[in-house]
């Protein structure tokens, strides 16, 4: 579903991302772990296609097809979607014009407006004096208005608290299984997903097949996620980077 192979990204004249090879069957959802600054949102924001980041090696498969070099919006049309760590304010755009303009036909707006509990934001601009949980859901609610059938989401759970996390956790459960109504009918295809966790918290909400630790912008180790994170949870990261510098 999506590949990368030998990917290597530079931003602002500065390599970043050295050689990433990653990939997801379609229908499963990977993990990645890596500490702060490890290039992981970089990461997601290079397979999205947002300008500033530039792919110098490697190339970047979705669906079979070769997207190196396509813009953001034909990887969107494609069905590659994103819900950014942090995204901005925007000011003079309420909720519900942008949710009329980017929401799939087929998508039941009000019901999962509804699910998210976002009714009394749609007039509201976005994200502006909006809480951390409810920036959270905000994107969510954007970012599954399109049906994608690819989920890029960095750290969904940051910045937000118990109840929000389990709404978060619950919602994207049930994209990734496809389980929202398109069309009236419940479409029951698993979608595929890439998600960056810090915490690992979102683990108790989704099923994720496999994990990646990215350490100074390059995939140190790969596995099942639940061992990674107990890994990191009792040894760190660096362990992580000795190994692969002992390997090689
Ligand atoms: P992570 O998401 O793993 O915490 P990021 O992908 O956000 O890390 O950042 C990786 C590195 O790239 C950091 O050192 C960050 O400062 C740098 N970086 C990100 N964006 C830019 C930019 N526009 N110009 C220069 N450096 C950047
Ligand atoms: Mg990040």
Known sequence: ????????????????????????????????????????????????GFSGYKITNGKIYFKGEDITDLPLNERAERGLGIMGQRPPNMVGVKLKDLLEITAEECID????????????????????????????????????????????????ESGVDLVNISQIGMMINKLLHGDIKCAGRRRKEGNSGLVITHTGQILDYIEADKGYILCNGQIMCSGNPRDLLNEIKTKGYQECVTCKIRQS
């Open 1 to 48: 579903m999506l590949e990368l192979e030998n990917l290597s990204i530079e931003v602002g004249g500065k390599q970043i991302l050295t050689n990433i090879n990653l990939s997801v069957e379609s229908g499963y959802t990977n993990v990645l772990f890596g500490p702060n600054g490890a290039g992981k949102s970089a990461l997601l924001m290079s397979i999205m």
């Open 109 to 156: 707006l009000d019901e999962l407006v509804e699910e998210l509990n976002m009714s009394s934001f749609l007039e509201r601009d976005i994200n502006v004096g909006f809480s951390g949980g409810e920036i959270k859901r905000s994107e969510l609610l954007q970012l599954a208005a399109q049906a994608p059938s690819f989920y890029l989401l960095d750290e969904p």
